[in-house]
C-alpha cells in the first residue's frame, strides 16, 4: 500500500481497529506515523475528559434479577394507570371528581326537596372511601380504540355543560382568593405560597341513554350485566363550585395540559419539580338525581364492570353510605392508601409506589370543604405537617 | 421477522423468555453506562428501565445485524444525553457526576480530585451542547463499543467509525474549550 492513510485510519488504528493492509502501511511510513502522532495526542485529551463514561460504577445498582422485578411492575403500574386514564379521562375528575356514568357516582347526602315542581335527591359529599380495582380486567375496553371511543362518544353526548370553569386566575393572597371563590379559603400558616390560583364554578347535567349504554356494555363483553331501566332518561344535575389551589416550591403550570404531561411522567418529573406541593380546596359538588334512581345498584354494575366478582361488588357496596361518599376507584397494584388523622378529621392517604413516578396524595373533608395536597415524592408526612398547620 | 414481546400466543412464552434473557445479560451495562452518563443512580435506574420499557414495546427488527444489546446501548445513549441537555436538570447533574467520580476514583489528593471534579462537570456540559450524533458515538465507544457494535447500533459501515470518531472528539475538544474560557472569562 503506497497510498497515505487519512486521519480517520489513522485515529481507527489507535483503537486496534484498522486492517492488515493498513497497518503494514503505517508501520512503514514516518509521514503517517507522525500525523498519527499529532492525532494520538488530540484523542488521549478527548480520553481524559471522558474517562467518566468507562469508570467502574459503584455497587449500588439494582441486580438484575431485582431490576427485572421492578421492570414487571413498572410494566403492570403502566398498564393499570393507562387504563384508569382512558376511564375516568374527564374534565371532571381534574377537578378532583370522579363521576362515572353507569358506573361509580358521586354521592351525598340525599335531602329531599322540590325543585322546579319535581322532587330530586340532593347529593353532598361528606366523606371519601377508596376502593381498589384491577384495573388489568378491562382489557377488552381499553385495549379497543373502536369500543373507547363509543365510551367517550356516550359520555360527551350525555353531558349537556351549564357552566364551564374556565382557565385558571392567578390570584395575589389568601384573601383575594377568598373573595374570587367564595369561600373561607386556609394557607397553611409561616409558609408562603409560590402561587394561589382560582379555578371557577362549572356545572353539567348528565342525561343517559340506557340503551346505547347497554349495547356498549355488551359489546365490550359484559352482557351479564344489566343497566336498572331507572337510568333511561334520568337527568343527573352536578354543581361544582369555584375550587382554589395553593402551590408551594417551584410547580408546574396549573394548566391541564402540564398537569397531563406531568401524570403520564415517568420518574423524571418527580426530579424536576422535587419540592412542589399543591393544596386544593373545593366545597362540596352538589349532585342532584331522581328519587327512583337506585345509585347503589349502578355502583356495583360499575365495580363489576371495572373487575370485581359480583359478591365482591356487593359485599363493597353494602360497607359504603353511598349518600354521602366520594369513591375514588385506585390501580390495585399502582397505589396504596390508607386512613390518617388529618386536621381534626378523618382523612386517606394515596400513594404511588417510590419506584415509579412516585406521588401521594391525602385527601379529607372538614366543613362542607373537600381538601387535597399532593406532591410528586414520597414524603407524605410533609403533607400532613401542612395540614395540621391549617389556621 | 418482526420480534412481539407483547403477543398473547403460545409463541409469545418462548419470545418473552428471551426478552426476559436480553435484560438480565444488559441490565448491568446499561445502568452502569446511564450512571456515568448521569452521575444519579436513581435517574440511572429510571432511564435504564425506560430503555428496555422501549424494547419490550417496539422491539427492533430481526435479521441481519439484528443486535438487541447494540439498539439498548444507543437508546439508553440517547436517553441519557437527552436527560443531561435537560436545563433543569442538567445543573444537578453536572455536580453529581463529579460527586460520583470522586467516590470512583482512586486518587485521593483534594487538588487532583477538585480539577477531576471540573473536568467531568465540563465534559458533561460539552457533550450536552454537542452535535447529538457525534455525542452519541463519543459516549458509545469511550463506554467500551467496539466499532463493530457501534457500526451495527448506528447503521453504519464500520470503517466510518474511526473518521466519524474523530470528527466527534474534535468537536467535542472545541466545545470543551469554548466552555473552559467562558467559566474563566
Redesign the interface.
Known sequence: MKKHLNDGDLRAALDGELDKAGLQHLESCPACQERQNLIRTQVQQAARRLSFLSAPARPTRPAAQTALTHFHQRINNRKEISMFRKLFASPLVRAGLVIVLILVVVLSIPSTRALAGKFLNLFRVQQVVVVPVDFTGMQQLTGNQTLGKQVSDLISSSITTQQKPGSPVTVADAASASQQAGFNVRVPQGLTPSRISVEGAAAFTIKVDAAKAQALLNESGRSDLVLPSSINGADVSVTIPASVTVSFGTCPDPSAQDTANILNGNGSAGRQYPDCVILAELPTPTVSAPPELNIAQLAQIGLEFTGMTSDQAAAFTQTVDWTSTLVIPLPKNAATYQQVTVDGVTGTLIQRPADDAPQYALLWIKNGIIYAISSLGTNSQQALQLANSLP | MKTDFQTGSTESSSVAQSF?QI??EH??AI???L???TGD??????L???T??RL?RHPPQEGEGYNPGGWLYRVATNLGLR?IR?F??REQYEMR?GK??L???QEDRPAVLFEKKE??R??HR?LAKMNPRRAEL??LR???M??KDIAEALGLS?????????RA??E??KV?RALDQEEEA
Open positions: 426476559e435484560f438480565l441490565w448491568d445502568y452502569r453506562l450512571v456515568r452518563m443512580p436513581a435517574e440511572a435506574e429510571d435504564a428501565l425506560e428496555f420499557f419490550h436527560s435537560s433543569k436538570r457526576a460520583e467520580a467516590e470512583v476514583a473536568q467531568n465540563l465534559a460539552a463519543l459516549v469511550y463506554s467500551g467496539s466499532y464500520p470503517t466510518s467509525i474511526g473518521p466519524l470518531l474523530l472528539e474534535r467535542f475538544e470543551y
